[in-house]
């Protein structure tokens, strides 16, 4: 997945262009910048590579989803649906705006589960946030038209996923907004940053105002601009998005190294006894980020990460075990560790949620495996590892 491995000429030379003009805010010094527009330069490539009439980035792929999310109109009591399997960004995202976060089981997808979802919607239901974890995607077409059946929204986290896409659509462009992360060990990176895209024009509209204080980027004096709403600060820097408009015109690039490298580790698994592969949705092509196996149960995949890590494997990971990805380890939320007060709504709503049965989610995480794709991999290196792979696996399954 990380673009990092790759950086190169193309990142340093549209840095250095920003570095000679000085200017390394995305608005306004229009005399001084010698027409560098970084950032208007990486929306325009972004949205026309994503097939949306709109794309504004932001700060952070966190900060992408909670601009999202305010711009669809989520505040105060609100609920979001998310999945058990996630980033902490998501319900990061949903608590920035005093919204609730709701979580819901995931399938063999490894993303949620449209029936969970059904029996999650309440008339507090303002947004379903389905992530398309590990390069693949959510069954979009039945949360589409659970979402449209109940007034909803549905955002898109593409932020794994980067180039996959579904019924020949870019992932990210089919909810009302979809989001990316640029961060520093994503499929292409800025360092820190992140991108959201939309078809709705009112959408980007606020979206584009209130990741810069409200401002509405009318005329070319910053004093002068009205203030449609409130907003915040989640602007991208021009450095940042000189790195990633350089990373996004490598992206097929790097799309298809992923490919064929997952390609290569895949095909070494695919005969093994006991080994299966996450479902894709009809319709749906990986961005091929990570190669994701199911082991017959929990004991077996505890076994099977202990000899590839043995045998010197990186890159797998076991999330059922981790803290920062899967719902059982997220301390600090179940046990509601706010720096200050939240709302009554979330406070109630997460307590509730302690106690309820994710055994489904449970059932497909705990005999997962995430293997980590490259794009630096040379032939040797990737001959060695799909072996040791495949050894890894054969010792813990036999
Ligand atoms: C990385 C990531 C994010 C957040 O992105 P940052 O740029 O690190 O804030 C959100 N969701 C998912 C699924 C991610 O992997």
């Excluded at 003009?21 to 010094?29: C, I, K, N, Q």
């Excluded at 527009?37 to 980035?57: F, I, N, V």
């Excluded at 940042?240 to 990373?247: M, N, P, R, S």
């Excluded at 390609?263 to 070494?268: D, E, F, T, V, Y």
């Amino acid at each position: 997945m990380p673009g990092f491995e790759l950086l190169g000429d193309a990142e340093r030379r549209a840095v250095a262009q920003v570095m000679e003009t000085g200017v390394l805010m995305r608005y306004g010094f229009d005399g001084a910048r010698n027409d560098h527009w970084k950032a208007r330069e990486m929306e325009a490539a972004l949205a026309r590579r994503m097939q949306t009439p709109y794309a504004h980035l932001v700060s952070s792929g966190t900060a992408a989803l909670t601009v999202a999310l305010a711009s669809a109109g989520v505040g105060a009591g609100d609920e979001v649906i998310l999945p058990t399997f996630t980033f902490v960004a998501s319900f990061e995202a949903v608590l920035a705006l005093g919204a609730v976060p709701v979580l819901c089981d995931i399938d063999d997808t490894l993303t949620l589960d449209p029936q969970a979802v059904a029996a999650a919607i309440t008339p507090k239901s303002k947004v379903i946030m389905p992530v398309h974890m590990c390069g693949s995607m959510a069954n979009l077409d039945a949360l589409m038209a659970l979402a449209e059946r109940h007034g909803i929204l549905l955002v898109e986290d593409a932020c794994q996923a980067i180039g996959g896409t579904y019924r020949g659509k870019p992932l990210g462009s089919i909810g009302h907004a979809g989001c990316f992360s640029f961060d520093y060990v994503k499929t292409i990176t800025c360092g820190e940053g992140g991108g959201l895209i939309t078809h709705s024009k009112a959408l980007y509209e606020k979206a584009q105002a209130y990741s810069d204080h409200g401002h509405d980027h009318i005329g070319n004096d910053r004093g002068a601009e009205g203030h449609p709403h409130l907003g915040y600060n989640y602007r991208i820097s021009e450095l940042h998005a000189a790195v990633g408009l350089a990373q996004l015109e490598r992206l097929d690039t790097f799309l298809e190294l992923q490919n064929r490298h997952y390609g290569i580790l895949r095909k070494a698994l695919e005969e093994e006894q006991g080994v299966t592969f996450r479902r894709v949705p009809e319709g749906g092509v990986e961005n091929y980020s990570f190669l994701n196996v199911f082991l017959p149960d929990a004991q077996v995949a505890r076994r099977a990460q202990a000899a590839l890590q043995r045998a010197g494997v990186d890159g797998v990971f076991y999330w059922f075990e981790n803290n920062w990805h899967y719902h059982r380890k997220w301390e600090h939320l179940k046990a509601l560790k706010s720096l200050g007060p939240l709302p009554d709504a979330v406070e109630r709503r997460i307590q509730e949620c302690n106690s309820r049965d994710f055994s489904a989610s449970d059932h497909w995480m705990s005999r997962n495996l995430s293997i980590l794709v490259k794009l630096s991999w040379g032939e040797a290196a990737l001959e060695k590892r799909a072996l040791a792979l495949q050894q890894g696996l054969r010792e813990a399954l036999g």
